[in-house]
Nanobody, 123 residues
Framework: QVRLLESGGGLVQAGDSLRLSCTAS????????MGWFRQAPKKERELVMA???????HSADSVKDRFTISRDNAKNTVYLQMNSLKPEDTAIYFC?????????????????WGQGTQVTVSS
């Protein structure tokens, strides 16, 4: 059974940093591109950042200079380092896995999803 478990969310102030982690189990992690998506209230789920199996990265323009994605294949974990957080970053953040895929922004290309972790940024 595949499981993606996110952690690291919370309530912070504007300008603060958070690091999200997503640990995968039940799959061969190196076969998967991994993505972080987010969904704010009344908005569609959108890509934040994704990293391919070989390390190429796709970022949303809104986070490109503030967020960093990385993966540790030995730990089956993908990270999202979020710096200079803004109130508009408030959302539920989801981890997703895309077998044999690229660092795609397309939700339908991802095979497995985590339950999400809430990030709230106060002004």
């Amino acid at each position: 059974q595949v499981r993606l478990l996110e952690s690291g969310g919370g309530l912070v102030q504007a300008g603060d940093s958070l690091r999200l982690s997503c640990t995968a189990s039940g799959l061969i992690f190196t076969n998967y591109a991994m993505g972080w998506f987010r969904q704010a209230p009344k908005k569609e789920r959108e890509l934040v950042m994704a990293i391919s199996r070989l390390g190429s990265i796709h970022s949303a323009d809104s986070v490109k200079d503030r967020f960093t994605i990385s993966r540790d294949n030995a730990k089956n974990t993908v990270y999202l380092q979020m710096n200079s957080l803004k109130p508009e970053d408030t959302a539920i953040y989801f981890c997703a896995a895309n077998e044999w895929g690229s660092s795609s922004s397309q939700l339908h290309e991802y095979d497995f999803w985590g339950q999400g972790t809430q990030v709230t940024v106060s002004s």
